[in-house]
């Protein structure tokens, strides 16, 4: 059964910065690539990040290039988001998501929420 | 707002058919697939439709996608009190390099 766990959220002070990880299980993590999405409270679905299965590329949201650092370890089976110089506006539950031509985002984890805050 | 624009709110009564719009550019819609992803209250979005019409093994055939130019539709007929939902759609944006999706829109059954 493909399980994707995230974890790492909480509260953070504004300017502050968070790891959120996303562990991967019952697939082969490694061929996938993986994305990060994010939901405001109350909002819809914003894209964040996407990440191709080796790493080769990555790409980002306007608004969090240069702050936001997607990474994964296919050994470790898990996938990253390092995220710097918050403000309340990233505010958000963070689920991270299996990608798959064509299907798009097949699976995604239960979210970890991320709280901007001081 | 969001790239791709959608309804904030549909409705229907048991057994009725509705539809929902998303409307793009050539750079997102007009140029790759459309996806849509059902969101459940309290819970992940779940994969609905995906490259314009095809159905994921276990969504009923009760719901399907088409697309036109720059705009998809969902259409759910039979509608059920199970689909009161959040629904968006998605697609890859070739001049942002990125994914984008509707704003979302509200489907209540009354």
């Known amino acids: 059964e493909v399980q994707l766990v995230e974890s790492g959220g909480g509260l953070v002070q504004p300017g502050g910065s968070l790891r959120l990880s996303c562990a991967a299980s019952?697939?082969?993590?490694?061929?996938?690539?993986m994305n990060w999405v994010r939901q405001a409270p109350g909002k819809g679905l914003e894209w964040v990040s996407y990440i191709s299965s080796s790493s080769t590329t990555t790409h980002y949201a306007d608004s969090m290039k240069g702050r936001f650092i997607i990474s994964r370890d296919n050994a470790k089976n898990s996938l990253y988001l390092q995220m710097n110089s918050l403000t309340a506006e990233d505010t958000a539950v963070y689920y991270c998501?299996?990608?798959?031509?064509?299907?798009?985002?097949?699976?995604w984890g239960q979210g970890t929420l991320v709280t901007v805050s001081s | 707002q969001s790239v791709l624009t959608q309804p904030p709110s549909a409705s229907g009564t048991p057994g009725q058919r509705v539809t929902i719009s998303c409307s793009g550019s050539s750079s997102n819609i007009g140029s790759n697939s459309v996806y849509w992803y059902q969101q459940l209250p309290g819970t992940a979005p779940k994969l609905l439709i995906y490259?314009?019409?095809q159905r994921p093994s276990g969504v009923p055939d009760r719901f399907s996608g088409s697309k036109s130019g720059t705009s998809a539709s969902l259409a759910i007929s039979g509608l059920r009190s199970e689909d009161e939902a959040d629904y968006y759609c998605?697609?890859?944006?070739?001049?942002?390099?990125?994914?984008?999706f509707g704003g979302g829109t509200k489907l209540t059954v009354l």
């Open positions: 998605a697609a890859w944006d070739g001049s942002l390099s990125g994914w984008v």
């Open positions: 998501a299996r990608e798959m031509v064509p299907t798009g985002f097949s699976y």
């Open positions: 490259t314009n019409n």
């Open positions: 019952g697939f082969t993590f490694s061929t996938y690539s």
